[in-house]
C-alpha cells in the first residue's frame, strides 16, 4: 500500500503528521509504525509526535515518554550528524523512524545515510550538546547500530 507525503498509516488508521509516509510492510501481526522525515530540526518533533500515538494507539502509555526522549536523541542525531555526512543523499525525506513493540518492549530504530558510527562519550560539563547517547544508554535496555549494505546506517534502542 503506497502512501502519499504528510500521512502516517498506524494500525488501519490514517493520521496526520507531516512530513510522514505509511509503512507498506506493516502488514504482520507485531505492531509496527514507520515514518519517513526529512532533514530538518522540524522532524525531532514530528517524530516524538509519531511516537506518542503509535504507543497510545498500543496502549503502551507506561513507555510514552521514555520512547518520546529516545526518538528525540535519536533524530537529533541523524539529522545533526547522519544526514551532513552522508557521500549522498537519494530523497528529501531520508531520515525514517520504525518503531516495533512487542509488550512489554518497544524497539525505536532510526536510519539516516551517515556512515557514521555512533560514539558514546562524556561531555563536557559546560557543553549544550554531545549527552545524546548518554540519555539513549539511561533511558534503555540495550541500544546498538548497523551499518546498512545500501549505505547509511540504523541507531536502534530497546526500551521496557
Not at 506493516?26 to 509519531?50: H, I, M, N, W, Y
Not at 497510545?56 to 520512547?67: F, R, V
Not at 531520508?94 to 532510526?110: G, K
Request: glycine content about 8%; proline content about 8%.
Amino acid at each position: 500500500m503506497a502512501g502519499r507525503p504528510g500521512r502516517a498509516l498506524l494500525r488501519g488508521t490514517l493520521l496526520s503528521a507531516p512530513p510522514l509516509l505509511c509503512d507498506p510492510a506493516s502488514d504482520t501481526t507485531q505492531p509496527t509504525a514507520t515514518c519517513t522525515l526529512g532533514a530538518r530540526p522540524e522532524s525531532v518533533k514530528a517524530g516524538r509526535d509519531f511516537t506518542r500515538v503509535a504507543l497510545s494507539l498500543w496502549d503502551m502509555p507506561a513507555l510514552t515518554d521514555q520512547a518520546e526522549q529516545v526518538v528525540s536523541e535519536l533524530l537529533t542525531n541523524a539529522v545533526r550528524h547522519g544526514v551532513p555526512s552522508a557521500a549522498r543523499i537519494v530523497s528529501e525525506h531520508c531520515v525514517r523512524l520504525r518503531l516495533l513493540a512487542q509488550a512489554p518492549f518497544v524497539m525505536c530504530m532510526v536510519t539516516d545515510p551517515g556512515r557514521g558510527i555512533p560514539v558514546l562519550r562524556g561531555a563536557d560539563p559546560a557543553s549544550e550538546s554531545g549527552r545524546g547517547l548518554t540519555v539513549v544508554e539511561a533511558c534503555c535496555e540495550r541500544w546498538g547500530w548497523h551499518l546498512l549494505d545500501e549505505g547509511g546506517k540504523v541507531v536502534w534502542a530497546l526500551l521496557r
